[in-house]
T-cell receptor
């Protein structure tokens, strides 16, 4: 059974803090990896793809460790608008996605 | 990325009735999918909508309950039949515009409540 595990949180952090989310996946043959953001009662929106070399998009940095089957997301200088649920998503091949249950982030003033 | 329009955005239905949800994309896409997200849960794939042929259903989902159409590369419908309170959920369509390892993009979702 293919699984994606995330700490459900919630992570409560003040504005300006750095926060890191971790995710592990069970299928070593998984092909591609993503972080999505989902606001309350809204659809998931792609935050960033995750590459083996690591990638950065502004305040967001994603890392992939295939050997450990581990994915991370780092958010620097947290903003109030970063409050959301962050979904770790693994593509098992042929667009078959396995979703983690999400990690909730609450950024407070 | 593609613009995905999903209708209706929400509905309240009586038990035993059916609801058809439409997903329209502004450009041709290679793959379309239908998901369900129950309260407090993550997304569960219902089926892959195949253009011009029967959808491919995941374990636990059957065509009689969730008939799907995809007449072309820009449009699909999901019908939820014989509604019961357990069908109260958010239903989402998603698309892949390019290769199968590309990310999926989601419609706004349909929030369905059953009386």
């Amino acid at each position: 059974r293919k699984e994606v595990e995330q700490d459900p949180g919630p992570f409560n952090v003040p504005e300006g803090a750095t926060v890191a989310f971790n995710c592990t996946y069970s299928n070593s043959a998984s092909q591609s990896f993503f972080w999505y953001r989902q606001d309350c009662r809204k659809e998931p929106k792609l935050l960033m793809s995750v590459y083996s070399s690591g990638n950065e998009d502004g305040r967001f940095t994603a890392q992939l460790n295939r050997a450990s089957q581990y994915i991370s997301l780092l958010i620097r200088d947290s903003k109030l608008s970063d409050s959301a649920t962050y979904l770790c998503v693994v593509n098992e091949g042929y667009s078959t996605l396995t979703f983690g249950k999400g990690t909730m982030l609450l950024v407070s003033p | 990325s593609a613009v995905i329009s999903q209708k209706p955005s929400r509905d309240i239905c009586q038990r035993g009735t059916s609801l058809t949800i439409q997903c329209q994309v502004d450009s041709q896409v290679t793959m379309m999918f239908w998901y369900r997200q129950q309260p407090g849960q993550s997304l569960t794939l219902i089926a892959t909508a195949n253009q011009g042929s029967e959808a491919t259903y995941e374990s636990g989902f059957v065509i009689d309950k969730f008939p799907i159409s995809r007449p072309n590369l820009t449009f699909s419908t999901l019908t939820v039949s014989n509604l019961s309170p357990e069908d109260s959920s958010i239903y989402l369509c998603s698309v892949v515009a390019g290769a199968s390892n590309q990310p999926q993009h989601f419609g706004d979702g349909t929030r369905l409540s059953i009386l």
